[in-house]
């Protein structure tokens, strides 16, 4: 089944505590994204990657990291989290520019930081 | 910069009325338009999206959307709503300008009553 997971699904960590959350997915696609959701806020992206080793940053990178070292796995780092990081985090990728091209999203992972 | 607007935090239509979710956008050039809808605990899912050609788009699970360059809208709409059509709908947009990133509204609940 052609799919994006996502884990954890669910997170609660403290201030300060380096977090991963992973990406993966198996449909052979170039682009890949990371969002965040809040409410009255929409999807706003953190990162995107446009193929292996090519990561840039989206609207709202401050506090995070990508790394694309494999085409099907783009994992999201917090190296310090922080409460403001509290958030619905969304995995998504495409076969080739996401602006032109349908998005698969991951199911999503609430993150809570205290 | 690009931008979308989702005037309507909720819409609220009985089963089997037509519905419309609107969507209005900003960009410079020419747009490129998507929705997605979101049902509760998952992952957004394409519905549709315009490119070039017909301005009347036809998606999944019966919703259409018409381009209207005028009024620099693209509202989402069904002729017979449906209980399960409940959900989430966000509009997004992206151009060739912006470098094909895609930004997207706020998001509109769809609420359907029996």
């Known amino acids: 089944e052609a799919q994006v997971t996502q884990n954890p699904r669910y997170l609660i960590t403290v201030t300060g505590k380096k977090l991963t959350v992973t990406c993966s997915q198996n449909?052979?696609?170039?682009?890949m994204s990371w969002y965040r959701q809040d409410p009255g806020l929409g999807l706003r992206q953190i990162y995107y990657s446009m193929n292996v080793e090519v990561t840039d940053k989206g609207d709202v990178p401050e506090g995070y990291k990508v790394s694309r070292k494999e085409k099907r796995n783009f994992p999201l780092i917090l190296e310090s989290p922080s409460p403001n990081q509290t958030s619905l985090y969304f995995c998504a990728s495409s076969l080739r520019r996401q602006g032109l091209n349908e998005q698969f999203f991951g199911p999503g992972t609430r993150l809570t930081v205290l | 910069a690009q931008s979308v607007a989702q005037p309507e935090d909720q819409v609220n239509v009985a089963e089997g009325n037509p519905l419309t979710v609107k969507c209005t956008y900003s960009?410079?050039?020419?747009?490129?338009l998507f929705w997605y809808v979101q049902y509760p605990n998952r992952g957004l899912q394409f519905l549709l999206k315009?490119?070039?050609?017909?301005?009347l788009v036809k998606g999944s699970y019966g919703f259409e959307a018409e381009f209207n360059k005028s009024q620099t809208s693209f509202h989402l709409k069904k002729p017979s709503a449906l209980v399960s059509d409940s959900a989430l709908y966000f509009c997004?947009?992206?151009?060739?300008?912006?470098?094909?990133?895609?930004?997207f509204g706020a998001g509109t609940i769809l609420r359907v009553k029996s």
């Open positions: 315009y490119i070039t050609g017909d301005n």
């Open positions: 960009v410079s050039g020419n747009p490129y």
């Open positions: 997004a947009v992206s151009s060739r300008e912006y470098g094909n990133k895609l930004v």
């Open positions: 449909m052979n696609h170039e682009y």
